[in-house]
Each structure stands twice: as C-alpha cells, then as structure tokens.
C-alpha cells in the first residue's frame, strides 16, 4: 500500500525552485540529463523527477547534485557553513538529548 504524504506550499515551492536550479545550472553547463545523472550515480528518470521538484527524490541525492552543479544551497549571509554548523551543534548542546512524550494522565480531580 503506497502512503501518499501531504507537503506545505512552502515546502514544495522550496523543490520546485531547488529542482529548476539544477535544470538552469545544467543547461548552462550544457550537460545532457544522461551526463548529470552519470555523474551523481542515478538514473535519468530520477534526474527528471528531481528537476520537476519532485518530494520523493531523496534530499541526498538533490544536495549531490546541487554541490556537483555549485549550486550555493545557504544564504551567503553567514560567514560559512562551518560556522553555521559549529553554532547549530552549540544550540543543540543546550537541547534536551531526548524528549519523551508524557504517558501519564495527571489525575487532578480533588
């Protein structure tokens, strides 16, 4: 039984516009669909998918080939992505390791 997911507008948008920059930087290069897909190690109909903005194509594989295509994936805001990494670690060290959902019912009726 296939399990058909819901997006948000925002999120869709996102792969539309991801997927239409990786068209753009292709053609610019002008490599073939075969070219690109050979050289992220994927078949030309996932390329295509991945160009039409498709949400099931994995997000690894649509990194790969906006690094291939020097596609810049974070705004140039922030002085690297090291950077930015190093301060997403250092917040997430003040997180809670794990979050547990509350089990019990807190009986208040007094």
Known sequence: MKIIRTYSRLAKEAASLLG????????????SEQTLAERIGISRTTLQKMEAG?????????????????????????????????????????MPKRIRNKTKKVKDDF
């Open 20 to 31: 239409k920059e990786i068209q753009l930087a292709r053609k610019e290069r002008v490599w």
């Open 54 to 94: 498709d949400m099931t194509v994995a997000i690894g594989l649509v990194l790969e080939a906006a690094v291939i295509l020097g596609i810049p994936l974070f705004a140039s805001e922030t002085p690297s992505l090291t950077q930015s990494i190093r301060s997403a670690s250092d917040k997430l060290t003040l």
